[in-house]
Each structure stands twice: as C-alpha cells, then as structure tokens.
C-alpha cells in the first residue's frame, strides 16, 4: 500500500524546484526503470504493479524492495499522457569534472534549452560513445521528465555535467583540440579527429554564444545538400549532435 | 478587425478533425509563415501585429491581405505556449504520386506517430535535398501543429505524400533501390548509394514492419561505437532519418 502524502511527495517531482530542494527525480517506464535499478545510481523508490512485477521481477536486483501500487495510483503520480506500470524515484548523480577522462572525447552543450533535445542529444550519445557531457549551466537540468523519457534510459550510463563553460574550455583548451558547428565551417567530413577532442553544440534558436565561439579552435559545418536556393536554414540542435558524433566516429 | 466568429474557426484547426474537413491547417511564427507565404501553397488568412507588419511587410508578396490583430487575440487563437505575432491559415497541398520525381531519391516513413519526430524529420530532408518524402497512411499527418512548428518552415519545401506503402514500393522496386535500417544490417557507410534511392525509416517503437522489411532490397545498419556493453538500444527515428540521409550525400 502506498498513502496519500507519498503520492503527494513522488508527484512535486514534476516540479524543478522540488527536484533541486530534494535532489531526486522520476524515473517511468519499464526500459528506463531497469536501465536505472543496474546501473550505479541510486534508486530511493520502485513503484510497480503486480503484473509488472511478474513480466519483470527476474531482472530487478536481488536488494531492491518494491512497492506494490495499483494502475490508478500510478496514473496519479505520472507525468505521461499513457503512463507505464512502473516508476522509480532516484537521486540525481553529482558528478564532479575532476571525474572527466582525459582520453575521451566531451560533447559541450551550450544553453539547450528544449527538454526533449536534451534527452535525444544523452541518448544519441550513449550509441556513440560519448559517456560525457558537460553543459552550461543555462541548459535544461537532464532530471526534467520529458529528458529522461528521451533518453530511453540513457541517462543512467553517460555522465552530465553542468559548469561554466568559458572557464572549463579555458582549461581544457590545453590538452584538447575544441569543434563548433558554424555556418562558415570546414566540412566537417573533411576533417581529422582525434581521440579527445570536444564538440560544441549550440543553442536551439541561437547557436554557438559569442564567447563560447571565442574557444572554439576549429570551426566546422554540417553542409547542406538542398537542390533549390529557398532551403532550411538550420538543423535542429539534436540532429546536429547527432551527425557530428557519427562523422567523428567515422 | 477579426470577429469572434473568425477567432473561433481558426481556433479550429488545432484539432485533427476540423482540419480534415476543411483543408486547412494553421502556421505560426515569423520564419514558417514567411516561408509559406512565399511558397506555392496557398495562404487563405494572414493575421499579424502592427508591429509585426512594421517589420516584416517588406517580405510578403503584394497580393496578400493582412487581417490586423492584437497580441491578445492572437494569443487565443495560437497553439504556441510563447504565441507570436504572426498566424496563417494555408491549404493541405494535394500531392499525387504521379508527381514523384524518378531522378530523385525518396525517403519513406513507415508509421512515424510523434509529432515533433515527423517535423524533424521533415526539416532535415530539406537541408539534405530530399525533396519528396511518402508516408504510411498510419504516419501522423505534416499539418499537425507541432509537426508544422518542428518543420522550421521546410512543411513549404519537401513534397510529403501518403498512401499505401506495400503497394508504392512494390511498384519502385523496379527502377529504384530500397534501403532499410535493421540491427543486422551492413555498416551504411560502406555503401555506394545511387542517386534515386528509397530510404526507409521506421516507427518509433516498433522500426519497419514485417511487410515493409520484406520489400527492403539492402539493409543497413548505423554502427554503434559504445564502449560498454552496457548501452543505448536504439536511435530516436528522426536522428536516424537524419544520419541515413546524411551518408547518403557523403
């Protein structure tokens, strides 16, 4: 049995400020549920029906206790239109940049702003092989519900980081060779990667800012192919990440 | 001066329903409807702010009238959380597949649901010279509003047809290569592609279904560079539309 004032308190996760006061999150569906229980963070709550229990218990770790909860009561706690018969509360990871691998690439997110890039952009990433993000400290929080859905569970296996981008480039810039996207770019299959280098992905509506640009070390471009002179005149900022990692792979 | 009965009609068309009786679908924000205004579409209603028009009238074709509005009428009439200050009302183009171009490639969505992966995609075909994309009848329709804001204006550039896709590509088959993503697929970048190629995306859920795989003459697949076992299972469809259509410009 669940009470009242539980429902309560899982349900203001839904809200950024009670995710910041408490430093948990919601975590729904039974891919990104799972994803979750074995990976390394921490898990506080695991609410499930009895019939998802049955479909799925054999994939739960062995120490996890679950609280059986009916579908309306799932229902009430959801943040999905058709909500799953599982959900899970965890502790968001603090992940600190002394962690960061020097023979890694980085993907930087500069001021994403839409949830849903968001989570595309950390899914996109964990088939790529990027396993670290950092992001200014503009961009949407990873813990926002329509992230973590988009993630499909990615966001228990690549690490985010949030900081002031100007002064980690700063000193990152030593050791790492910096790309941005840019109109005025090389082409960007033209290029040679090495192993560490860091990607720059900009803002939704306004790309790369003036003093993240100032870092970049080597600009580059995602060329369009349009057979007419009236054309897209952007991507979107998900589908830019998204080629830019399968071209530094390439 | 827009009457409240006016108001009430265009409010409409946020529906599926009344935008399936009339014909009619609704455009919001200045780069969309500049783009349909000066696209072959037809534009039956054309509502912006004096200030607005202060700005922009200079970019609109003579011929069209302007219904000068208020922010707060266009604010109950938009579909937007953040309403601009430019609405049209434009005409479901009629493509007929007798307009496919044979020297062009195609790409092909087989059931494509969410709204915002539809838009995305549809924007991202623009920028890679794909100019003709056909749909499964079960694929959400381009005139859906948040279909038509993720389009970046590109909803007025890329012809996108509906219809049967069994039948259609049994018929292209003939003089047209098929390529679908499958986990078994061969590496896409090892892969010489000819210019007039079919590209098939699948759903969200579920890739391409059985009939349609059938019909697939080469299947790729978009490498993983993962570095755990551990890992993401799968793109969002509309970032593997876009790395497909990217390869195959390279």
Chains 1, 2 share one sequence.
Not at 19 to 25: A, P
Not at 69 to 95: D, F, G, M, N
Not at 120 to 136: E, N, P
Request: aromatic share 8%; with cysteine.
């Amino acid at each position: 049995m669940i009470t009242k004032i539980k429902i309560a308190e899982i349900k203001q996760l839904h809200q950024k400020k009670f995710r910041d006061e408490s430093d948990l999150f919601l975590v729904e569906g039974t891919k990104s549920v799972l994803d979750l229980v074995n990976s390394n963070l921490a898990t506080t709550e695991l609410l499930a029906t009895d019939q998802w229990l049955r479909l799925h218990e054999s994939k739960l770790p062995k120490e996890i206790s679950v609280l059986a909860v009916s579908e309306k009561e799932i229902e009430r706690i959801s943040c999905l239109k058709t909500p799953q018969e599982v959900l899970a509360v965890a502790v968001k990871p603090k992940y600190n940049l002394i962690d960061i691998c020097d023979t890694e690439p980085i993907l930087v997110l500069d001021d994403i702003r839409d949830p849903g890039n968001m989570g595309t952009i950390v899914r996109t990433a964990d088939w790529f092989g990027f396993r670290q993000i950092v992001c200014s400290a503009t961009s949407v929080e990873f813990t926002n519900p329509k992230t973590i859905q988009a993630t499909m569970g990615s966001f228990s296996r690549v690490k985010i980081f949030y900081t002031d981008l100007v002064s980690f480039l700063n000193r990152e810039k030593k050791r790492r060779k910096i790309y941005g996207t840019f109109m005025n770019g090389s082409d960007l299959a033209q290029i040679t990667y090495t192993k560490n280098d860091i990607l720059i992905v900009g803002n939704e509506s306004n790309g790369i800012s003036d003093d993240i640009a100032d870092l970049v070390t080597e600009k580059i471009h995602i060329p369009s192919f349009a057979l007419t002179e009236s054309k897209a005149e952007s991507l979107n900022a998900s589908i830019a990440a998204a080629i830019v990692m399968y071209q530094y792979n390439s």
